[in-house]
Structures are given as C-alpha cells and as structure tokens.
C-alpha cells in the first residue's frame, strides 16, 4: 500500500430539508455577500432557489445570482462571474446544482483574488494561491466536486476541457438533500452513476494490489450504486436508494478510495476530449469509451481485472483463466450500461462514427501534441489514444 495523506474537511450536512440550514451554514464560515451560482430553470421552477435566498435572507446575508452554467462548464460564464463578484465585493461562493455548477463556482473563487487570467491555471502556468470560500446545494450526485479539490472547465476557445486541482477550493459545506433528486430524468441519473462509478474504478484499477480495506470500500460503492440505479430508474421518488446514490458520489471522489493506490485516469483524460469536441454529457462519454480502454489495458493486471468481474459484477469465477474472466467483466460492465441506457461506443454516444480527423485531434488534444502521456496502469502514448479511440468508434 502506497502512503498517502487523506483530507477531506468538508462539513455534510444531508438529509431531507437540509436546505433550510444553508443560511446558517453560510454564516459560520463568515460569509457576509454570497454569489448563488446555479445552471438553468430547475432551480428556480423547483422552487430551490428562493428557498435558499429566503435563508441566506434570515441570517441578514446579502446577495447576488448568477445563472446559466451548462454543461461542460465554459470559461465565458466563469469570466463574467469574477467580474461580478469583484463588482459586488462578495467573499462567498454558493453553488446550488450538479458538478457543472460547482466546478464554474470554484473557478471564479480562484479567479476573483487572481491578478492574471483563471484559464492559467487549468493549463499548468500558475497555481492558485488565494480562493473564495465556496460551498453547494447539491442536486445532481454524479461529479462528487462538492467533496473533491478539482474542477474541470471548458474553453470555447479551441473546444479545450481541463481540470485543475488544488486543496484550497474543496467546499466548506455540502448541502444534500436526497429528494431534490427526484425529478431528475432517467439518462441524467444513468450518467450521473457511470461518472460516480468511474470515479471508482479510475483508482481501482492500478499495479496496487495490496490495499484490502480499500478495495473493499470501493467495490461496496460499485455494487451498491450499480443495483440502486435500477430501483430509482422504477422508482424515482424511492428515498432510499436515492440517498445511497447521493452519498456514493461523494464517497467515490472525496479521495477515500484512493487511499494507498495510484490512480489511473485515463479514461477521463480521453473522455475530456471526446465531450469537448462533441460537447456530450460526461458520464455518456466515460461509458462510451470504458471498455475499449480496458481491453486495451486489462493484460497489465489481469489479477485485478478479475477481482472486479466477481467482486463487483457478480461473474462466476469458473472460467479457465482470469483472463477469461476479466474479459468477461468487462463485458458484463458494457451490458450493465446498455441496460441503464448509457451508449458503449462513439458511434452509440454521437449517433455517427468520428471521422478519422476527428479522432486524431482529440488524440492530437490529449497527448499535447505527441508530448504528454496518460494513465497509470498502462502508461498511454499518442498512438495508444489513437488506438482507443478507433477501438470505441464501433
């Protein structure tokens, strides 16, 4: 088991009608003029965001909005929301929203105290120094960045998605309210929980083979999101499994399961590309490409392969060789997404087949230009995103 140092110091606060507490939270960690950061109309149809102001309002907070993130946050709306906040001398970042939302928020709580340009850091030219305190209304369990230190950005410039992290934007509280996830549509939840389970697997799949009580937190995480996700695709309103789903995704990426191992990640850094070229949903992505990413890298540890097609997909372990078996988990892990309607190819993902040129800029994208490598478990070149990419295009 590898060393590590775990830190996760946001405070949760979850259950239902935990929203009515946002005001007073706000206040303990010393906001006084909070930016609500949110995306479209749900928030405001829900009938969420005049709650939370109406809190913000009871503790004598002041406050400003700022709608309008999407998905695959854009670098333009975190541009306008540090000008904002500058203009309106706020010192308190309030997300209410899915990852999108609270990756934007974090951005501007870099940028606001940032002398330069924010996209600085997403690109490896600076570190950040100096944040705003940030903090979420969580309403979509997918990204897990309200307990994460990363936010990941889109820049129209070039169709350029990029992640930065750094401990000083992990939120000082997260607001969990499962109900709040009720009218969710089916494909957001069925992406949500492929972002969440990927969150997972991107750590468990490593040279690492000694972390028992690790991989035993993972692949709980794993079998209990995969086997909630269908009782809330029957049963929306199913609080239950609702709140499992909720927890998991802060769990799968607050680091706890990345304790002792090293993390692979190159599913995400391919699938970074993939969305903001086609700008697709993430999780759709990561589904799209996962198992061609692990055929082509299952030899490295095909021990470990193994393990996760018993442990966590319920393979019986009587093939003739744990080759045999890995290759059947990750073909059950395929039919696990067909069935919860998430694609396992571009072609499924885009409804086409990426053009060779297509293809070779985002493997263009991924490695740099031929000059960065990605993955841990197997390190991947330019040419081996390019194989990958072709492998998904099916």
């Known amino acids: 088991m590898k060393d590590f140092i775990y830190y996760a110091p946001t405070q949760v606060v979850f259950g239902a009608l ?7 939270l706000v206040k303990q960690y010393s906001g006084t003029k909070v930016l609500v950061h949110y995306g479209g109309q749900s928030a405001e149809r829900s009938g969420l965001l005049d709650k939370i102001c109406r809190a913000l309002e009871a503790e004598g907070i002041a406050y400003v909005k700022l709608g309008g993130v999407v998905p695959n946050p854009r670098l333009s709306k975190v541009h306008e929301g540090i000008e904002l906040c500058r203009k309106e001398k706020v010192d308190f970042i ?26 600085d850091f997403y690109m490896g030219r ?3 120094e100096a944040c705003l305190p940030v903090a979420t209304v969580l309403t979509i369990p997918a990204a897990g960045s309200e307990m994460s230190n990363s936010t990941v950005i889109t820049n129209e410039d070039g169709d350029l998605k990029k992640g930065y992290s750094n401990n000083l934007c992990r939120c000082k509280f997260a607001v969990m309210n499962p109900e709040r996830t009720y009218t969710l549509p089916n494909y957001q939840t069925a992406c949500g929980v492929t972002d969440i389970m990927m969150h997972t697997m991107e750590r ?7 972390m028992t009580v690790t991989d035993a937190i993972a692949e709980s995480i794993l079998r209990t999101v995969k086997d909630s996700v269908f009782e809330v695709l029957k049963e929306p309103e199913n609080y239950v499994h609702r709140a499992q789903i909720m927890w998991a995704g802060s769990l799968a990426h607050n680091d706890l ?9 190159a599913t995400h850094q391919l699938e970074h590309e993939l969305s903001a070229l086609f700008d697709v949903a993430h999780g759709a992505g990561l589904a799209a490409l996962w198992g061609s990413w692990a055929r082509y890298v299952y030899k490295e540890n095909v021990t470990r392969f193994a393990q996760f097609a018993v442990n966590v997909m319920g393979v019986t372990n009587g093939f003739k060789s744990p080759g045999h078996t890995a290759l059947a988990g990750i073909e ?5 997404y067909r069935a919860i309607g998430m694609p396992v190819s571009i072609c499924e993902l885009i409804g086409r087949q990426a053009t060779d040129e297509e293809i070779k800029l985002m493997a263009d994208k991924c490695s740099s230009g031929g000059s960065t490598t990605t993955g841990k478990l197997k390190v991947l070149h330019r040419d081996d995103m390019e194989n990958i990419y072709h492998m998904a295009n099916r």
Do not use: N, Q, R
């Open 332 to 336: 059950a892990m395929e039919d696990f």
């Open 126 to 128: 600076a570190h950040a």
């Open 257 to 265: 399961t990345g304790c002792g191992t090293t993390g692979d990640w």
């Open 204 to 210: 468990y799949f490593s040279h690492d083979d000694d």
């Open 94 to 119: 309030l997300a209410v929203g899915g990852g999108s939302v609270i990756d934007s928020a974090k951005a501007i709580a870099f940028g606001v105290p940032y002398e330069g340009e924010v996209w």
């Open 18 to 24: 935990s929203e009515d507490k946002t005001g007073k």
